[in-house]
Each structure stands twice: as C-alpha cells, then as structure tokens.
C-alpha cells in the first residue's frame, strides 16, 4: 500500500485514512447486525469518565469539522480483496454492503457545554442516532478523531520524540517475559501517527527477537493490511447490550452467543465475559454446546475488574464443568503494562491456563510533557462510547468493576435485580 502518513500539523483536521482504520470487532459486528438485526435503531452516547478535564471550544469545533470528511470513505477494492482473503469468515453479501457504505454525518451530533468558569472551556455531549447497521462503525474512528483533536489543539504539551523507540522498548521486554500480546490501541490513539511508530517500533523487537510469535496481532485492520499483520478482535459488549434490552434480559447472554456461534463458529471463539458481570456469564447456558456457555469459547477476555482474580475463577469454573481448562486461555485487556502482563503472565503459567494480553493505551498513549523535560506523564484520554439504546429500550453495561458501569440508574438496578448480580469488593480491582 502508498505510504499515506502525513506529518503531523500538515493539516489542520483529522482525516480517516481508510475505513478500514477501525478495529476489527466493528466489522465482525456488522456483518452480525447486517444477518440478524439490519432495522434496529439505535443511539450511541459518549462518556469522559475523567469529570475534572475538559476540552477546549477550539478543539470541539475541529472535531466537528473534521467528521464531514469522514463520508468521503469508502472500501477500495484492494482492501475488499485483502477482507476476503486475510478474514474468510466474511461474506460476499455483507462485503457488497461494506462496499457501498458510506458513513452520514449528520447521524452524529455534538455539542459543546462551556464552563462557567471559562466560556472557552467545557465539556462535550456526543451521540450517534440511526440504524444499527450503519452507525455501528462510528465508535472508534469517533474517539480517535476526538483524542488527535484533544492533543493537536487543547493539549500541545508532548512531542512524538522516541515514541518508535520507547515501543521497540517495550514489545522486547513482553517478548523476554513471554508475553504472548497483541495492539489494541486505536480508539484512545494519541494520534495516526502515534499508532504508526509504535507499531514501527514493535516489529522491529520482533524481527529482532528470538521468539517471534510473541507478538502476533493488531486490532486495527488497515495496519494489519499495510504492515502484514493478523488483524484481531472479539465480541464486544455492545453485541451482548443490544441484545439483551431486546430480549427483556431474558436468556439475553446465551441467546447472544448461539447467534454469534451460528455465524462464526470457531473462527472467532473469544468472548468478553462482563457485560453483566463475569460471575452471571458463567451461569448462562448456550443451545450451541448444550451445556454452560464457556465451554464453547476456546478464550475468555478480561476487560474489568480485579485481573488477578480472573483466571483462579476460570480455572474453578473450567473445574466444577469437567473442562479441561488447559486447552482454554484468557486474554487481558484491562488498563494493561509491563509489570502487569508480565504477572498475570506468571500467575496463569502457575495456573496452567493459555494466556495472552491485548495492550492499548499503554502503547498508543504513552507520553511524556516537554514542559518537565519528559518527567512527568501527559494523561491519556479516559473516554468510551456505549450503546445507549435500541429501539427505544435503555442499555446497560454491569461489568465487574463497578466505576464502569453504564446506563440510565433506574434499568441498571433492574438488570442487577434480574441477574441477582451483587458485586462484592473481590471483583473489583485493587490497585
């Protein structure tokens, strides 16, 4: 592929460089919207879980401006092809759909909330309303666009210097510790070209190690396409959100995975267990397997929560099923680092469980300020986009770590009644 990158300041705005630059999951979604519910409407709504930052007016107008270059993105043919041969669970009728897709701006709104203490200041209300089908691919180039804003012009304070460098750092102590991990940065990017060098940079620990398969994926389809990567993904919790306020949460989880297990079987056989609290999701059973819902799914992901408590719970529960949980795994995704994997690492080979990470913010986001001679963090964005409702019904997300729950109180407290779901201090995470 044409080397696309330009550097940063250039342009003034943010400009998708391919449709494929999004992560993997949002077109396994699609594809699964597109078979089973193409006339869902649906509204996304946007959440900065950090209350004490805020963005400036200048940033939200680029922001805004940016998102009407966005319908000029369309799949080339090229990039069909590659889908077609690299992801052959794809169908030739959703690739039809996602080469006549074009995005719709005017499905988003955004609005700018000054500050009353400075009118050039504020905070930011986001959604996204329309068909599920279409809207569905909105969330992460959404995020990303809003984070290459927030740095470009609200905070300046941070440079790119070793950012290719700081990443070669960083994969070669995960490949000595055999840390088995994949990039999953795109969404809470610092910007493109962030994501560029830090993959850049982790290719070349790679190419320069010893074990090799140690890193093995990208979430983000368009550099697993320019850099020969294997692209990456799971069910996202949207899938079992959507389905379950559909479903009145009644058998909502197993009715969700029977019809991702119908359309994929074992190709993509990762789960997300929180959506409702892990603990729920290990009661859930499945018409696929006709037994409990994990046996079915050959990893499980771990996305809230205290992880250290993740795998001796898996390993029980693979236990009391009569699973062999040495042929199963788990992948982290939570808030990852070194110090982290390395030790959830050594925790499941003590286990013996498989077990890899999915690493984001702490390789796309890493930063330092030029202000303090790069001694001092530049914060990340804390931000996520949820689905807020389909077809008139509220959405909630339970999870195990209780700061991350979403929704309107009132359904929240009803899906806990439902579930019978209460959270103690041990599903949480303690540091």
């Given amino acids: 592929?044409?080397?696309?990158?330009?550097?940063?300041?250039?342009?003034?705005?943010?400009?998708?460089?391919?449709?494929?630059?999004?992560?993997?999951?949002?077109?396994?979604?699609?594809?699964?919207?597109?078979?089973?519910?193409?006339?869902?409407?649906?509204?996304?709504?946007?959440?900065?879980?950090?209350?004490?930052?805020?963005?400036?007016?200048?940033?939200?107008?680029?922001?805004?401006?940016?998102?009407?270059?966005?319908?000029?993105?369309?799949?080339?043919?090229?990039?069909?092809?590659?889908?077609?041969?690299?992801?052959?669970?794809?169908?030739?009728?959703?690739?039809?759909?996602?080469?006549?897709?074009?995005?719709?701006?005017?499905?988003?709104?955004?609005?700018?909330?000054?500050?009353?203490?400075?009118?050039?200041?504020?905070?930011?209300?986001?959604?996204?309303?329309?068909?599920?089908?279409?809207?569905?691919?909105?969330?992460?180039?959404?995020?990303?666009?809003?984070?290459?804003?927030?740095?470009?012009?609200?905070?300046?304070?941070?440079?790119?210097?070793?950012?290719?460098e700081q990443a070669m750092h960083k994969a070669k102590c995960l490949l000595d510790a055999r840390c088995k991990f994949s990039e999953f940065g795109t969404?809470?990017?610092?910007?493109?070209?962030?994501?560029?060098?830090?993959?850049?940079?982790?290719?070349?620990?790679?190419?320069?190690?010893?074990?090799?398969?140690?890193?093995?994926?990208?979430?983000?389809?368009?550099?697993?396409?320019?850099?020969?990567?294997?692209?990456?993904?799971?069910?996202?919790?949207?899938?079992?959100?959507?389905?379950?306020?559909?479903?009145?949460?009644?058998?909502?989880?197993?009715?969700?995975?029977?019809l991702w297990s119908d359309l994929y079987g074992e190709n993509l056989s990762v789960t997300l267990t929180d959506t409702f609290s892990t603990e729920v999701f290990y009661r859930v059973r499945s018409r696929n397997s006709m037994a409990n819902a994990p046996n079915q799914w050959k990893f499980l992901r771990q996305d809230s929560g205290d992880p250290k408590v993740f795998a001796p719970r898996a390993k029980q529960m693979y236990e009391e099923r009569g699973i062999d949980y040495t042929q199963k795994g788990i992948i982290f995704s939570d808030a990852l680092n070194y110090n982290r994997a390395k030790e959830l690492n050594e925790q499941c080979q003590q286990l013996g469980l498989q077990c890899s990470f999915g690493i984001g913010t702490w390789l796309t986001n890493d930063f330092k300020k030029k202000s303090s001679q790069y001694t001092e963090q530049s914060k990340a964005l804390n931000i996520v986009i949820k689905l807020g409702s389909i077809d008139g019904k509220e959405c909630v997300k339970i999870s195990d770590e209780i700061t991350k729950n979403t929704g309107v109180p009132e359904v929240v407290a009803k899906v806990k009644e439902t579930y019978q779901i209460r959270l103690s201090t041990t599903n949480r995470r303690l540091d």
């Fill in 1 to 164: 592929m044409a080397n696309i990158i330009v550097p940063d300041g250039v342009q003034s705005g943010f400009k998708l460089a391919s449709i494929l630059d999004t992560d993997l999951y949002k077109f396994t979604m699609q594809q699964a919207i597109f078979e089973y519910y193409p006339t869902a409407q649906v509204v996304y709504r946007f959440t900065h879980r950090d209350k004490d930052r805020q963005f400036s007016r200048t940033c939200i107008e680029k922001f805004k401006e940016s998102l009407s270059s966005f319908a000029e993105v369309q799949l080339r043919q090229d990039e069909r092809a590659w889908l077609q041969d690299t992801c052959k669970y794809f169908k030739p009728a959703y690739l039809d759909y996602l080469q006549s897709y074009r995005f719709k701006p005017e499905q988003v709104s955004v609005n700018f909330i000054p500050s009353s203490n400075d009118p050039d200041m504020g905070s930011v209300k986001i959604e996204a309303r329309g068909s599920w089908l279409e809207t569905v691919l909105w969330e992460v180039p959404l995020m990303a666009c809003l984070c290459e804003m927030y740095f470009r012009y609200a905070d300046q304070d941070w440079d790119y210097a070793s950012q290719e």
């Fill in 187 to 258: 969404r809470r990017r610092r910007s493109f070209v962030t994501q560029d060098l830090v993959l850049k940079g982790i290719m070349k620990a790679r190419d320069a190690h010893d074990w090799k398969e140690g890193f093995f994926a990208t979430s983000n389809v368009y550099f697993a396409m320019r850099y020969n990567l294997n692209p990456i993904g799971t069910i996202a919790h949207e899938w079992f959100m959507g389905i379950a306020a559909l479903c009145d949460y009644k058998d909502a989880t197993g009715t969700a995975l029977d």
